[in-house]
């Protein structure tokens, strides 16, 4: 596998405020990296350096060969997010519109402006919007209003609307934080697969150490903005959890296992 993103002492800074201070990775095609560590340590700000929803102050991020960090010009930056799909917590759907709908968003980037504006959707689209709807189980919800749905189904549609940007790289920020543990484990089950079986290399921010083991083909750890372990999940400690996170063990625990979406 070869190398598709490469960062290099990234850093953040609000004013005082040092939200990530050294962080330096690398993540391979269809590779599934999680990053743990608790709120405040930075996670949910480098994907937002990386996918150019802030900008970083500073580091460079290389993502399919390019350096990112000094692309200014919109259409380049349009051109850059149709690689780089993003699942969010709060599932960031247009909740009045149809569960079609909302996975159509994900060709925006490849649309015109006029286009966009009026829905203007190609035949090929709808057709791929429904075979992906079919693969992860909401074909029958289609007509649905979004916002009908549960939150385990609504992140379904974000990664549905997020695979039909033909991504070569998935950000997933705190994917499964409101969700319940039967819900989480399909929503894992299926960032997984996508990742495995389309070759998509994933970031996921977890805080459940657990879960980030039972998926994880490496996991990163952070701690006050900077990288404290960069490994495969066999050699990440209770020692080491505790010290990203200064909480016991105990506390970190959820007890999901990796099986297959029915």
């Excluded at 385990?152 to 991504?167: C, D, N, S, T, Y």
């Amino acid at each position: 596998m070869s190398t598709l993103l490469e960062i290099s002492h990234l850093k953040k800074y609000y004013t005082t405020t040092k939200a990530v201070e050294d962080v330096s990775f690398s993540v391979k095609e269809g590779e599934l990296v999680v990053i743990i560590g608790p709120s405040g340590a930075g996670k949910s700000t480098v994907l937002r350096c990386i996918n150019r929803m802030i900008d970083a102050t500073d580091g460079s991020i290389l993502f399919e060969g390019k350096e990112i960090t000094t692309i200014k010009e919109e259409k380049s930056l349009k051109l850059l997010r149709r690689r780089i799909g993003m699942i969010f917590q709060s599932f960031n759907l247009v909740y009045r519109l149809s569960v079609f709908q909302n996975v159509l968003h994900g060709r925006l980037g490849y649309m015109s402006t006029v286009d966009s504006m009026f829905g203007r959707y190609s035949e090929e689209d709808k057709k791929k919007a429904l075979e992906i709807l079919d693969m992860i189980g909401l074909k029958e919800n289609i007509y649905k209003r979004a916002g009908e749905l549960s939150g385990g189904q609504k992140q379904r549609v974000g990664i549905a609307r997020a695979l039909m940007q033909e991504p070569s790289l998935l950000l997933c920020d705190e994917p499964i934080a409101s969700l319940d543990p039967s819900s989480s484990k399909i929503i894992m089950d299926q960032i997984h697969k996508m990742s495995k079986e389309r070759n998509i290399a994933c970031i996921v921010n977890l805080h459940q150490v657990d879960v980030a083991k039972t998926y994880a083909d490496r996991i990163i750890g952070i701690h006050k903005g900077r990288v404290v372990f960069d490994d495969v999940p066999e050699k990440l400690t209770d020692d080491m959890i505790e010290r990203i996170y200064e909480t016991p063990i105990a506390e970190l625990t959820v007890g999901l296992e990796k099986g297959q979406v029915s």
